[in-house]
T-cell receptor, first 114, second 111 residues
Framework: NAGVTQTPKFQVLKTGQSMTLQCAQD?????MSWYRQDPGMGLRLIHY???????DQGEVPNGYNVSRSTTEDFPLRLLSAAPSQTSVYFC?????????????FGNGTRLTVT | GESVGLHLPTLSVQEGDNSIINCAYS??????FIWYKQESGKGPQFIID?????DKRQGQRVTVLLNKTVKHLSLQIAATQPGDSAVYFC??????????FGKGTRLSVIA
């Protein structure tokens, strides 16, 4: 049982490039979400999903796309990277669709956009 | 918007002492509260949670207290150890909206 797995661990992009951050969980969790963590800002929700085929926007969705074709995977796509997207990105999942059970986090992807 | 804040951004405690980390939340409709620990270079790790119909919940060496009257949450760590050094986040769950995280408190344990 690996929990929540994020790849890659580190990534450097040039402005305007696109990429996909991968997230997979093997706990059969319905709920999955993406957060970004910036110094002094705490964790901010980008997008979330309450089940396969269902996604919704969080607090800071601009510049990011998601899809949920399977229960296990929830990739985050950066369409055209900008320096403001330099951050640490965390994927999380939980058993409950209502997000009132503990979130399990991956170990993050540290992204730098130059 | 609603926010979850922390009274102290840093806390230093002597090894073996008890630690208390405080958190204020603003949404009186929140019904679920949770504490996370984050070590350097890792993702947040669940510590303990509590629902709004409870005032106190205990885990192994940790206790969460909820005061709904003043919208205050605290995490107590008994006999603090060097391995407890980390950043601690609280979060609350307002009705029909996602979890709202605080900015974190850094706990440093002095050996």
């Amino acid at each position: 049982n690996a929990g929540v797995t994020q790849t890659p661990k580190f990534q450097v992009l040039k402005t305007g490039q696109s990429m996909t951050l991968q997230c997979a969980q093997d706990m059969n969790h319905e709920y999955m979400s993406w957060y970004r963590q910036d110094p002094g800002m705490g964790l901010r929700l980008i997008h979330y999903s309450v089940g396969a085929g269902i996604t919704d926007q969080g607090e800071v969705p601009n510049g990011y796309n998601v899809s949920r074709s399977t229960t296990e995977d929830f990739p985050l796509r950066l369409l055209s990277a900008a320096p403001s997207q330099t951050s640490v990105y965390f994927c999380a999942s939980s058993y409950s669709r209502r997000e009132d059970t503990p979130l399990h986090f991956g170990n993050g992807t540290r992204l730098t956009v130059t | 918007g609603e926010s979850v804040g922390l009274h102290l951004p840093t806390l230093s405690v002597q090894e073996g002492d008890n630690s208390i980390i405080n958190c204020a939340y603003s949404n009186s409709a929140s019904d679920y509260f949770i504490w996370y620990k984050q070590e350097s270079g890792k993702g947040p790790q669940f510590i303990i949670d509590i629902r709004s119909n409870m005032d106190k919940r205990q885990g192994q060496r940790v206790t969460v207290l909820l005061n709904k009257t003043v919208k205050h949450l605290s995490l107590q760590i008994a006999a603090t150890q060097p391995g407890d050094s980390a950043v601690y986040f609280c979060a609350d769950k307002p009705l029909r909206t996602p979890l709202v995280f605080g900015k974190g408190t850094r706990l440093s344990v002095i050996a």
